[in-house]
């Protein structure tokens, strides 16, 4: 099993930044893709950004292009997500998650942490 733990939420004002960190224990990230996800209230789940943890390849929605940036780091164990110019529509719940290559589903999921944008 892999156990994902995120901090870094909070509340911001807009154009402010915050960065969010994804914590891996019990496996390492080696074999997996890394994701962020976010749900606001009464939406659904939506894809923020994603990395391969072996290649660094990087995949971005539309939403959040030229604003976010997500990184790993191999010491730490995390998944990082820089989040610059944030809008009142930002404000959401933010999960990370994780699948193995090949696998469609993300399998593994955080308790997620809140991120607030006060206009």
């Known amino acids: 099993q892999v156990q994902l733990v995120e901090s870094g939420g909070g509340l911001v004002q807009a154009e402010g930044s915050l960065r969010l960190s994804c914590a891996a224990s019990g496996r390492t990230f080696s074999a997996y893709r890394v994701a962020w996800f976010r749900q606001a209230p009464g939406k659904e789940r939506e894809f923020v950004a994603s990395?391969?943890?072996?290649?660094?390849?990087?995949s971005y929605a539309d939403s959040v292009k030229g604003r976010c940036t997500i990184s790993r780091d191999n010491a730490k164990r995390t998944v990082d997500l820089q989040m610059n110019s944030l809008k009142p529509e930002d404000t959401a719940v933010y999960y990370c998650?994780?699948?193995?290559?090949?696998?469609?589903?993300?399998?593994?999921w955080g308790q997620g942490t809140q991120v607030t944008v006060a206009s």
């Open positions: 998650a994780a699948r193995l290559v090949g696998k469609d589903e993300y399998e593994y």
């Open positions: 990395i391969s943890w072996n290649s660094g390849m990087t």
